[in-house]
């Protein structure tokens, strides 16, 4: 007796008839599409690439299947030129760069001049844009220092790799007492350091100073009248300058000082209460006592400092201070 198969198993076969017929028809076409005259490469004769390797899908139009292409476009053609520089290549350096990977094929059409000529793209970097990044680091390394550059060099610049710059600062002493920049500056470029940069040049600060207003002699009482103030670079000034002409007024020059010149405060020393010779009273005073006698001064003495005073009296040298211009109290 013969066994009848249900409905449910010939469906199943006419199914999986048909599904292995279209997966069949899918992989001829990929097959004929790798391997039939469609795969195409195309080498331009001049081309630019980016990176630090020349990839063959930089320089040239490939048409393959997308595995085969892929394949085709990763194929290294040796190390890109310098950034902003060419190198060339021959057709048979290319043909022999395909072949190592045994990706030719019988049926591949290759299109290529005798010499390839392949240029870096580059990109370059702005004197101006070294000196802002100058001026802002020695504006964060200065803080309320008014810095101005008034000259710069900079030596090393060159052509880069595309990319994102960063110039990164390096300097111990940036600037000497003297106004002398020196620094160096790493060029990164995406992170990675391209360059050294050397910069140098001339730092200038500027502020309103006490100077002469006229030729000033030796031992003048400064009024004033005998004093400016003038824009003047600190770095020209040796010692200490002065900025308020209220420190100044009233003292007396120890040198001569000509017009335009900054006021240094060791050019100054303190208008005397009274002067060698002067006649003072000498003044002594402990508790409810109070005695007082004539003395002569012995060097010039300034306000509520010490001078030596000989009492005219006792015919003794003592020490007092200075209260006015006349009056000296007795030190015990």
């Known amino acids: ?73 990763g194929i290294s053609l ?29 049926d ?14 580059s990109q370059s970097i702005g004197r101006d844009l070294v000196k802002e990044r100058v001026e ?12 101005e550059i008034e000259k710069i060099k900079i030596r090393g610049l060159a052509p880069y790799p ?16 003297h106004g002398r920049l020196s620094l160096s500056l790493d060029v990164m470029v995406d992170g ?11 730092v200038s600060e500027y502020e309103r100073i006490v100077c002469a207003s006229r030729n000033l002699e030796k031992g003048s009482i400064l009024s004033s009248g005998d004093l400016s103030l003038e824009r003047i670079n600190l770095f020209n000034i040796r010692g200490n300058a002065l900025r308020s002409p209220g420190n100044v007024v009233g003292k007396k020059l120890k040198t001569s000082i000509q017009k335009g010149t900054p006021v240094d405060s060791s050019d100054l020393r303190k208008t005397p209460l009274v002067e060698k010779g ?30 030596l005073v000989e009492n005219v009296t006792s015919g003794k040298t003592i020490r007092g201070f ?6 000296v109290e007795v030190v015990y």
């Open 108 to 121: 591949m059409n290759i299109l290529c001049p005798e010499r390839v000529y392949i240029k870096r793209e």
């Open 1 to 73: 007796m013969k066994r009848i198969r249900p409905y449910g198993y010939f469906l199943k076969l006419v199914f999986l008839f048909f599904g292995l017929t279209i997966l069949g028809t899918s992989f001829s076409a990929y097959s004929a599409d790798e391997s039939s005259g469609q795969i195409r490469i195309h080498v331009r004769k001049n081309s630019l690439v980016k990176g630090e390797a020349i990839l063959l899908g930089e320089v040239a139009d490939i048409e393959a299947g997308s595995f085969l292409e892929g394949a085709l476009k």
């Open 78 to 106: 040796g190390d890109a030129p310098k950034p902003g520089r060419m190198k060339s290549y021959e057709k048979r350096r290319i043909f022999s760069m395909i072949q190592s990977r045994n990706l030719i094929h019988e």
């Open 322 to 327: 200075v209260r006015n211009d006349s009056t």
């Open 192 to 202: 990675r350091q391209q360059d050294r940069l050397r910069v140098t040049g001339i």
């Open 162 to 177: 595309c990319g994102e710059i960063e110039l990164v600062v390096s300097a111990d002493d940036p600037v000497d007492r």
């Open 136 to 147: 802002n680091y020695l504006s964060d390394r200065f803080g309320n220092r008014n810095l």
């Open 278 to 307: 002067d006649i003072v009273t000498l003044v002594a005073q402990k508790d409810n006592l109070c005695i007082m006698t004539t003395g002569v001064t012995q060097e010039d003495g300034y306000a509520d400092e010490l001078v």
